[in-house]
């Protein structure tokens, strides 16, 4: 544990590379509102990292880049070892909102990435199987309105893991469902991903907890500019179990470690509070 820049530049191509990325937003009266200071890291392929710090600090903006949403004033990113892209075919994106289509029943949304990327093959069948995979194999037929928040956002887990892109980016996924089913959705998406673990994820979280749980590595950035202040491999037995990592000594030790760079950050940053970094 502790702080390791994790960078090797012997395997090129694989993975999610960012070197050097700065960025600068015109922010309020045109002023410059530097984001991200010189940011470098590298996920492996089949990685699970996770992103935190303090509100504000650019972990979504970092995300965004990597997506090829926002473009970015000086630095390197690569995915693959090719640029990002918006539309990039080997990513799949997952955010807070469920972006469901409410008149498609859980398997067409499903089914929806499936359609627009043409991929061939019983559809139907793989959807049912992801849906299955979520725990949501009784619903197939159900409607976003007919479901709850949780189930919604399984659907939207299902509909991203159908892709079966070698890419995942996630921003705060689970960001805006209540404490219980985040942890019973942390839960379902560690278990769909330590079953399809050749999938390279970038997850971005407020939340300690979720972050240690699911990751290989927590990469904490300070307040901003959000520059890299650790990257600690989180050394925790696979497969997890949600419930059982919670009473785990090595967890907390985690956690209080995790806890102890961001305090400081937090404390500088005044739109952050204690309870937002860990619910
Ligand atoms: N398009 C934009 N133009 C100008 N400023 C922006 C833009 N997008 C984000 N910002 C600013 O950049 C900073 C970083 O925003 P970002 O959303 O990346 O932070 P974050 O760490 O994800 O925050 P949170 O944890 O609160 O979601 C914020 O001050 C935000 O107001």
Same mark, same amino acid.
């Given at each position: 544990?502790?702080?390791?820049?994790?960078?090797?530049?012997?395997?090129?191509?694989?993975?999610?590379?960012?070197?050097?990325?700065?960025?600068?937003?015109?922010?309020?009266?045109?002023?410059?509102?530097?984001?991200?200071?010189?940011?470098?890291?590298?996920?492996?392929?089949?990685?699970?990292?996770?992103?935190?710090?303090?509100?504000?600090?650019?972990?979504?903006?970092?995300?965004?880049?990597?997506?090829?949403?926002?473009?970015?004033?000086?630095?390197?990113?690569?995915?693959?070892?090719?640029?990002?892209?918006?539309?990039?075919?080997?990513?799949?994106?997952?955010?807070?909102?469920?972006?469901?289509?409410?008149?498609?029943?859980?398997?067409?949304?499903?089914?929806?990435?499936?359609?627009?990327?043409?991929?061939?093959?019983?559809?139907?069948?793989?959807?049912?199987?992801?849906?299955?995979?979520?725990?949501?194999?009784?619903?197939?037929?159900?409607?976003?309105?007919?479901?709850?928040?949780?189930?919604?956002?399984?659907?939207?887990?299902?509909?991203?893991?159908?892709?079966?892109?070698?890419?995942? *980016?996630?921003? !705060?996924?689970? #960001?805006? +469902?209540?404490?219980?089913?985040?942890? @019973?959705?942390?839960?379902?998406?560690?278990? $769909?991903?330590?079953?399809?673990?050749?999938?390279?994820?970038?997850?971005?979280?407020?939340?300690?907890?979720?972050?240690?749980?699911?990751?290989?590595?927590?990469?904490?950035?300070?307040?901003?500019?959000?520059?890299?202040?650790?990257?600690?491999?989180?050394?925790?037995?696979?497969?997890?179990?949600?419930?059982?990592?919670?009473?785990?000594?090595?967890?907390?030790? *985690?956690?209080? !470690?995790?806890? #102890?760079? +961001?305090?400081?950050?937090?404390?500088? @940053?005044?739109?952050?509070?204690?309870?937002? $970094?860990?619910?």
């Amino acid at each position: 544990m502790g702080l390791q820049l994790m960078f090797d530049d012997s395997r090129p191509g694989s993975g999610i590379e960012v070197r050097g990325l700065s960025h600068v937003f015109e922010g309020a009266g045109g002023h410059p509102l530097k984001v991200l200071d010189d940011v470098s890291f590298r996920i492996d392929k089949g990685e699970f990292v996770s992103i935190v710090g303090p509100s504000g600090c650019g972990k979504s903006t970092l995300l965004e880049i990597v997506a090829g949403l926002q473009d970015f004033q000086s630095g390197i990113v690569t995915i693959g070892g090719a640029k990002p892209r918006r539309g990039n075919r080997d990513m799949g994106l997952m955010f807070a909102r469920d972006c469901l289509l409410p008149w498609r029943s859980a398997l067409e949304n499903v089914a929806l990435g499936l359609e627009v990327r043409s991929v061939p093959g019983d559809r139907r069948a793989q959807c049912e199987q992801w849906l299955n995979e979520v725990q949501l194999g009784e619903f197939v037929n159900a409607l976003p309105a007919q479901l709850s928040q949780g189930m919604r956002q399984r659907v939207a887990l299902a509909r991203t893991f159908a892709l079966e892109v070698p890419y995942l *980016i996630m921003d !705060e996924p689970f #960001g805006a +469902l209540d404490a219980q089913t985040k942890v @019973a959705l942390g839960g379902v998406l560690m278990q $769909v991903w330590e079953k399809h673990a050749d999938r390279t994820v970038m997850f971005v979280t407020h939340d300690l907890s979720e972050a240690i749980a699911l990751s290989d590595r927590v990469i904490v950035l300070s307040r901003r500019p959000g520059r890299i202040i650790a990257d600690i491999r989180i050394e925790l037995d696979r497969p997890r179990q949600a419930d059982s990592l919670q009473q785990s000594a090595e967890f907390h030790a *985690i956690y209080s !470690e995790l806890w #102890g760079l +961001l305090r400081k950050e937090v404390s500088a @940053a005044p739109a952050m509070t204690r309870t937002e $970094v860990l619910t």
